[in-house]
């Protein structure tokens, strides 16, 4: 989502090539195509071993000759990229990273491992948040030089009308509490759904909306029957309407962990009106401003969480506040505008792109 909001950004200014690694990224492909100036090249169906990826990638970049390349993938494929690119002669290039390095020691050898292989390939990091930022370096390998905190953006502007569009039309309701992530281990949803059934026995006529899918659908689905709270509880899956999904809900409340890396759903929710209730872990705490964008609770705690919901559900007053509050963090913050500004300050930071919009960009 990333690539595509900058590449749809950067449509009228520069000519961008789209490489998909895996088939599996081909949801999203129909916008892509929609996009100005740009072409899109889509990975075969059989998964490429990864001298395969390197020769098919050398290949690309020698035949595209782009003035930069976007990583969007983080680890060993991300090597792999850089790699081809350095080979075919690119000379600026970045990778984005969206998670922290996992807590456990077995596992943390290998992403020092990948941050040594991004300094031998000049490849600088452009972390979604400063907490990622951080956390990368607590792994005391060092970072390629020019590597920095560079957060997600979102088109605002078009985000909260069609949120605003869908509040309008929506007929009186029960109030709904809706969170929009990935069903993985990343998230916290079990916290969430064991928060409702507290909710619900102070509000009785309130839904849960679960939005997004992932490999943990199932179980999720089970425990709602298991919380006596599935008559209540939709499970959306994956939708192209999520503007106008949170323009009908009443809270937002991203139950996650400390693995998480942004959140650029709740970078959403905050900028079509939605008061939000999010885990207080470093990137949540980041995004909304220790507070200013929303109330944080202590991560896995279902009394909390349930706690400030209903608050928030009660108390007009203080849910007008946060979202107001919200609305003008992400303006200063997280626009797709400053976003581009800074991706091309770390790709090109000794040229006036302004004067070149013709520049070649890859993903």
């Known amino acids: 989502m990333t690539c595509l909001r900058l590449a749809q950004h950067w449509q009228s200014r520069f000519c961008q090539h789209i490489v998909a690694l895996g088939p599996e990224t081909r949801a999203l492909e129909p916008a ?17 071993n990864h001298l395969a990826m390197w020769r098919r990638l050398r290949h690309i970049v020698r035949d595209k000759s782009p003035d930069a390349l976007i990583i969007h993938v983080f680890g060993i494929p991300h090597l792999v990229a850089a790699s081809a690119a350095r080979s075919a002669g690119v000379r600026s290039l970045a990778v984005k990273a969206g998670n922290p390095p996992p807590l456990q020691k077995a596992l943390r050898w290998r992403w020092a491992a990948v941050a040594l292989g991004s300094q031998l390939l000049r490849c600088p990091i452009a972390s979604c948040s400063v907490a990622v930022d951080e956390a990368l370096r607590k792994l005391s390998v060092g970072m390629p030089k020019n590597s920095r905190a560079l957060p997600n953006g979102i088109d605002i502007a078009s985000l909260a009308a069609r949120a605003s569009r869908s509040r309008q039309a929506r007929l009186d309701r029960a109030p709904v509490i809706g969170m929009v992530a990935r069903l993985d281990a990343i998230k916290d949803h079990d916290t969430l759904l064991r928060a409702f059934g507290l909710v619900r026995s102070r509000i009785p006529d309130c839904e849960l909306w679960i939005v997004g899918d992932g490999a943990l659908r199932g179980a999720l689905e089970s425990k709602s ?35 998480e890396g942004f959140g650029i759903a709740l970078v959403e929710a905050m900028a079509a009106g939605v008061a939000v209730v999010a885990s207080d872990v470093p990137a949540c705490r980041e995004v909304l401003g220790h507070g200013e964008g929303g109330i944080l609770v202590p991560p896995g705690n279902a009394s909390a969480l349930a706690q400030s919901i209903v608050e928030v559900l009660q108390n007009p007053a203080m849910r007008a506040n946060k979202i107001e509050g919200a609305a003008a963090r992400v303006e200063r913050e997280y626009t797709i505008q400053k976003c581009a500004m800074r991706w091309e300050a770390l790709l090109f930071p000794d040229t006036a792109t302004a004067a070149v919009p013709d520049l070649q960009c890859a993903f």
């Open 32 to 48: 892509f195509r929609q996009l100005a100036n740009s072409e899109i090249t889509v990975a075969a169906e059989s998964p490429l």
């Open 225 to 259: 029957h298991t919380y006596g709270i599935a008559d209540w509880t939709k499970f959306l899956g994956d939708r192209a309407d999520i503007p106008e999904l949170l323009g009908q809900m009443d809270v937002y409340a991203f139950s996650t962990t400390c693995d």
